[in-house]
């Protein structure tokens, strides 16, 4: 079975930083493309970054470029999202999701497996 767990979310100030991880089993980090949607409260899911499964490079929405960097470690099968310079507006429900056509797209109909998401919260 092909399962995602997300974890490294938490409570963070403005500014600060903190690393998600998501964990992949059942297959391999070569075969599929892994995004990364955060969930507001009242909000849309909305794509935050997305990195390819083989060569390609990664993606960010634009509230994220410069602050957010995707990252994988396909010994351990696991995809990172470094997040600095944090601010109030990121504060959401963080998931992670197979592409299995390696699009990189926005549009969560193109994801077939998410994880079970983490909780990130930028306050003062």
């Known amino acids: 079975d092909v399962q995602l767990q997300a974890s490294g979310g938490g409570l963070v100030q403005p500014g600060g930083s903190l690393r998600l991880s998501c964990a992949a089993s059942g297959f391999t980090l070569d075969d599929y493309s892994i995004g990364w949607f955060r969930q507001a409260p009242g909000k849309e899911r909305e794509g935050v970054s997305c990195?390819?499964?083989?060569?390609?490079?990664?993606h960010y929405a634009d509230s994220v470029k410069g602050r957010f960097t995707i990252s994988s470690d396909n010994a351990k099968n696991t995809v990172y999202l470094q997040m600095n310079s944090l601010k109030p507006e990121d504060t959401a429900v963080y998931y992670c999701?197979?592409?299995?056509?390696?699009?990189?797209?926005?549009?969560?109909?193109?994801?077939?497996?998410w994880g079970q998401g983490t909780q990130v919260t930028v306050s003062s």
């Open positions: 990195i390819h499964g083989g060569n390609g490079g990664p």
């Open positions: 999701a197979t592409d299995p056509h390696e699009r990189c797209s926005w549009s969560i109909d193109e994801y077939d497996s």
